[in-house]
């Protein structure tokens, strides 16, 4: 994975580099050198995060719900 492609996924996810390291209990200086292109990110984190990105681009969050309107009965 490449510096530009964990960026790219990171705003998919809308996360921050700090949210990613979080996410995987590691140093955020870790994730910071991964995006700068000073150290690999490792396959198994690049597939990881690609697999969430690719299933949040395809599931977008649900539309309309801030209805104000009433919600028809057993939708609740």
Do not use: Y
């Not at 995006?35 to 198994?44: D, F, I, K, N, Q």
């Amino acid at each position: 994975m490449t510096p530009f492609q964990l960026r790219a996924c990171l705003g998919c996810l809308r996360w921050s580099q700090r949210s990613l390291a979080e996410a995987l209990g590691c140093d955020d200086r870790l994730v910071r050198r991964w995006a700068a292109g000073s150290l690999p990110v490792p396959l198994v984190v690049a597939e990881w995060l690609d697999k969430a990105a690719r299933w949040h681009a395809m599931n977008p969050a649900p539309q309309g719900w801030q209805s104000r309107g009433r919600q028809p009965a057993g939708q609740e």
